[in-house]
């Protein structure tokens, strides 16, 4: 079991997903910036599209996501054409440069539109930006998943499917907002087995509220026996005054930080020890897994989805709030969808906000990612120096180790990495309560 200093974990950090993250992006970075960094993706370029769903059929209570109630018409059918204008727009200035490998869906839900929707989108995008064979991932609800939506599946061609279990145990699945059965889980893995999906990840939590350590041990026993392939195992947070519907959770029930690092913990000793590979210290994958060999091979990365085996450096993303990145720039479309809508109305490309990164902001953002993705990263001796009075707090630990510009976590350091990457970071006053904590 990993050491608990509590201490060290006090601080709450980003989630790195980005650097800089999200907290930093300005309004005065804008559709300018987006669009020259689109010109300048070169011809052969490898290049990632996300596009973003915000609608929901049911809003679970727990849930941070930027999303509504998919319950009017008229309101998906008015952002559906907001979207295919925006995906006809970037395409027109991308003129065929760049070559798409990867396609995702996200959301909210992307099943809370109708499955013929969903193929107009595939279409539209492949033909749009001449992508031949991409990798197509798709985020999905159980609880509204119908037959036509997995013989969609099978007809696009999606190989890879998240599903939001988040727990099994019937009463918390009530506490949080989100009823389930463990059947409907096992009918949907056996749906898009038969619909040839090829890796299945299940998004798992800790943290929540009346959860136990058996608990724990239930999920990850069942997420194994149904054969996920990949496993995220997230932390609750708990944030009414930015997510008003958490208001609904029980804060007197939840775990105590001792509590939810045992949690996370036991978590992470069940699945390695069920032959998944660790990466990071919240995610799990199968050995064959693309995901795993990333890991194992030194090429895993992070970008505002999570842990990746995507390679490319241009991601272009699509909808209300989506987040595009590009070597030297991050960008954001209008959060909310009625902006988006009438931005793209007004014939505007919808971004929002974004961060150019320099030299330095780059430097800082490849030692963050190294950190997370391999556990050691390089600096220069600048980048050290200033980093090096937070990071001798984890040192003092044996939880890091430095010799010249060479930094290493240790083996027990994983529920620390995120605040150790915080080390580097240009833009966290300490004590800043924006975040969650890191477990």
Known sequence: MWPYHPALLERPVPRYTSYPTAAEFRADVGTPAFVEALDAIPARAPLSLYVHIPYCHEICSYCGCNTGRANRSHRLASYLEALGAEIDMVAGHLSGRGVVSRIAFGGGSPNAIAPLDFVRLVDRLTTRFRASAPVISVEIDPRTLERSWLATLRTVGVQRVSLGVQTFDDALQHAIGRPQPDSMIARAVDGFRDAGVASINFDLMYGLPGQTITDIEHSAARSVELGADRVALFGYAHLPAMFPRQRRIDATALPDAALRFRQAATGHELFVGAGYVPVGFDHFARPGDALAIAACAGTLRRNFQGFTDDGSRHL????????????????QNEKNAGPYREAIVAGRLPVARGIGRDRHEIARARVIEQ???????????????????????????????????????????????????????????????????AI
């Open 316 to 331: 272009i993303g699509f909808g209300a709030s989506a987040i595009s990145e590009f070597p030297t720039l991050l960008v």
């Open 371 to 437: 950190l997370l993705c391999a556990g050691r990263a390089r600096a220069d001796r600048q980048l050290l120096q200033a980093a090096r009075p937070a990071l001798d707090i984890f040192a003092q630990e044996n939880l890091v180790h430095i010799a010249d510009d060479h930094i290493e976590l240790a083996a027990e350091a994983l529920p620390y990495a995120r605040s150790i990457a915080a080390c580097f970071d240009g833009h966290r006053p300490l004590g800043e309560k924006r975040f969650s904590n």
